[in-house]
C-alpha cells in the first residue's frame, strides 16, 4: 500500500516551474525574476570567508545581521524577521495565522506562492481580480474581508504584473482593514519603483500590530542562491513563525552575504539604474513591436500577446533558447512574463517577440 499524504496536502496545486529546453548554446533565463548581476565582489569574499565556518551552525536567532537591518531601516530589532527566503517568512505566516474555515485574501494574478498559503493550511482563498489595467483593487480586497479573514497579502509591486499600487492608497487600506487581520505587504521588488522613498510603509509596523512587510536578498541583492529574505513585523508574529520554524532555516554563508551587502547602498543603486534603464529600453522595444505591456516598477515586463498563441510563443521562444514564464501558468493566459537580463540577450528577445508579429 502507498503511503497517505494528508488530503490537504496532496489537494496543493504544483509550483508552476519555468520550463527548461534543452538547447544548444546560451540560454536567454527570463523566466524567474533574477538578477543577471553576481553579487558584489566583497559579498562574494564574505560568502568565501563564511564558507570556511560551515563546520558550525548559524546563529539562530541571526543577531549580527538582524542588527544590521535594524540599524539600516531604522527599526527595532525585536522587528526585524528572517527567513530562508521571503517565501518561509510567507509560509510560516500562513501557518500561524490560517486554519480550516479561515479566508486568506489576495489579487489575482499575483504571486504563484499566494494559493498554497491557503491550501496547505485548509484555510480558503479569496482571489480578487486586479483591476483592467492589472492593478490591485484594494476597494475590492477590502469588500472581501469578512470575520473569516485571518490574513491579506498586498503584493506590492505586484507580481507578475510589475504593477504598482501607491502608499497614500496602501495607508488608506490598511486604516480600513479590522486590527485582526494580518497585512502581508511583500516588497520583494520594492527597490525597483522609481519616484517614491521605497521605505515609505516600514512606519506602518510600528504604528499597526497587524501589519508585515516582507522583502527579499533574492532580487536587487543578486542572492537568491543563497534563500535569505527579511521582513518588518509585530513581536506576536515574529514569535510565532519562530515556533514552527527550524531554528537555522538562514544558513550560515547566507547570513554573512546578506549582512555584507548592506554595506554596498551605491552597487543598490547601481543595480537599480542598469535595471531602471534595461526596463525602459524593452518596454519601449516591445511597444514598438506591437506588444502591450502593463506599468511595470519591477525587473520583469507582463506582456500582452494579443491573438497570439501563447503557447506558440513560449514555445517559439523556447526554440531561440529564451525561457520566460507563460501567462497560464500564472493564472492569466494570454500573457508571458519576461524578466530583465543584459542588452545582448534582450536584443535576442525582442528580435524573436517581432518574428511573432
Ligand atoms: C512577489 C514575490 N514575493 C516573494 C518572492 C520570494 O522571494 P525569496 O526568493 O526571497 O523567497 C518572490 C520570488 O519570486 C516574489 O516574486
Known amino acids: 500500500m502507498p503511503i497517505r499524504i494528508n488530503e490537504a496536502i496532496a489537494a496543493i496545486p504544483v509550483y508552476p516551474q519555468a520550463s527548461t529546453y534543452s538547447f544548444g548554446g546560451p540560454l536567454v533565463k527570463m523566466s524567474s525574476n533574477e538578477s543577471p548581476h553576481a553579487p558584489h565582489p566583497a559579498v562574494a569574499e564574505a560568502i568565501t570567508a563564511a564558507g570556511r565556518n560551515v563546520n558550525r551552525y548559524p546563529d539562530p536567532s541571526g543577531s549580527a545581521f ?13 522587528q526585524i524577521v528572517l527567513g530562508n527566503g521571503s517565501c518561509e517568512i510567507l509560509l510560516a505566516g500562513a501557518q500561524v495565522l490560517l486554519e480550516p474555515g ?3 485574501v489576495y489579487a489575482w494574478p499575483s504571486f ?26 484594494l476597494d475590492a480586497m477590502l469588500a472581501a474581508i469578512t470575520p473569516k479573514t485571518k490574513m491579506v497579502l498586498v ?31 511583500d516588497e520583494a521588488y520594492i527597490e525597483f519603483v522609481e519616484g517614491v522613498d521605497r521605505d515609505g510603509l516600514l512606519p506602518l509596523v510600528i504604528e499597526h500590530d497587524n501589519v ?25 508574529f515574529k514569535q510565532a513563525i519562530d515556533l514552527v520554524r527550524q531554528p537555522f532555516s538562514v544558513n550560515l554563508v547566507a547570513q554573512a552575504a546578506a549582512t555584507e551587502a548592506l554595506n554596498h547602498p551605491d552597487d543598490v543603486t547601481e543595480r537599480v539604474m542598469t535595471t531602471l534603464a534595461e526596463r525602459q529600453w524593452v518596454e519601449t522595444e516591445l511597444r514598438e513591436a506591437g506588444f502591450a505591456t502593463a506599468e511595470t516598477q519591477t525587473n520583469f515586463s507582463w506582456i500582452d500577446l494579443g491573438e497570439l498563441d501563447e503557447d506558440a510563443v513560449v514555445d517559439g521562444l523556447a526554440r531561440e533558447g529564451i525561457i520566460v514564464r507563460a501567462g497560464k501558468a500564472l493564472g492569466a493566459p494570454g500573457f508571458i512574463r519576461a524578466s530583465y ?5 534582450h536584443d535576442r528577445f525582442i528580435a524573436a517577440m517581432r518574428s511573432f508579429g
Open 112 to 137: 504563484s506562492m499566494y494559493p498554497h498559503l491557503a491550501a496547505m493550511t485548509g484555510a480558503t482563498a479569496v482571489e480578487v481580480p486586479l483591476t483592467s489595467d492589472h492593478r490591485h483593487d
Open 66 to 78: 538582524r542588527a544590521k537591518l535594524a540599524e539600516t531601516y531604522d527599526m527595532a530589532v525585536e
Open 102 to 104: 479561515a479566508e486568506l
Open 341 to 345: 537580463c543584459e542588452r545582448a540577450e
Open 155 to 185: 503584493c506590492n509591486p505586484n507580481n507578475p504584473t510589475g504593477t504598482f499600487v501607491d502608499f497614500d492608497a496602501i495607508n488608506a487600506f490598511v486604516g480600513e482593514v479590522p486590527s485582526d487581520v494580518c497585512i502581508v505587504i
Open 212 to 236: 508585515v512587510i516582507t522583502r527579499t536578498f533574492a532580487k536587487i541583492y543578486g542572492l537568491a542562491g543563497l534563500r535569505v529574505g527579511y521582513g518588518f513585523a509585530p513581536l506576536a
